[in-house]
């Protein structure tokens, strides 16, 4: 089955932990993004990747990293420089930039 | 003015009525559109895509693209209890770096 993959579901994180969220497509899709959500509001983009071994940041990157080593993959690490982390992260991809996203199931990261 | 901009409801329908929901956009090159639907908890899910004027059908529901006055719309027919969910209204801004950029989403609860 050809999909995008997120892991783990539910991510709980102490503070000053630095975590990392999964995601894997195996659409063979160009671009990758991720987003994060919060109750009641639209999805602001934190980082995306047209393209191995390059990304760029979105609207809200700070206290967030990432890598695209590998083109099915897009891990997104939450830093303890993030002070509100605490959202629903979505990744999503796309065959190219600009193109249709289609998106994974989510992480919902809770910090304690 | 925000780039992306829609009611963010509730749209209440009744039951097998026609619902109408609403997105202006700011950025007059954009040149593709897409919805998408979110049930609660979940993550969004692509049902249409268009980028052209005029009207796109996909069984119940049709999308509607109007460039000159910047404004895309999607129509649902015989609406059903299991329509009820937000609908995100999203849009390529050419000049953004093929980005999409997410409405805030509108919600739709549809009455038995």
């Known amino acids: 089955d050809g999909g995008i993959t997120q892991s783990p579901k539910y991510l709980f994180r102490k503070e000053g932990q630095n975590v990392t969220l999964s995601c894997e497509q195996n659409?063979?899709?160009?671009?990758m993004y991720w987003y994060r959500q919060d109750p009641g509001q639209g999805l602001r983009l934190i980082y995306y990747?047209?393209?191995?071994?390059?990304?760029q940041k979105g609207d809200i990157a700070e206290g967030y990293s990432v890598s695209r080593e590998k083109k099915e993959s897009f891990p997104l690490t939450v830093t303890s420089a993030q002070k509100n982390p605490t959202a629903f992260y979505l990744c999503a991809s796309a065959l190219a930039g600009g193109g249709e996203q289609f998106f994974g199931p989510g992480t919902r990261l809770t910090v304690l | 003015q925000k780039e992306v901009e829609q009611n963010s409801g509730p749209l209440s329908v009744p039951e097998g009525a026609i619902a109408s929901l609403n997105c202006t956009y700011s950025?007059?090159?954009?040149?593709?559109f897409f919805w998408y639907r979110q049930y609660s908890g979940k993550s969004p899910e692509l049902i249409m895509s268009i980028y052209s004027n005029g009207d796109k059908e996909d069984g119940r529901f049709t999308a509607q693209l109007n460039k000159a006055s910047q404004y895309v719309s999607l129509l649902i027919r015989d609406s059903q209890p299991s329509d009820s969910a937000t609908y995100l209204c999203a849009v390529t801004i050419m000049n953004r770096d093929d980005k999409i950029i997410f409405g805030k989403g509108t919600r739709l609860h549809i009455l038995p």
């Open positions: 659409l063979n899709h160009d671009a």
């Open positions: 950025d007059r090159v954009s040149q593709s």
């Open positions: 990747s047209q393209i191995v071994n390059d990304f």
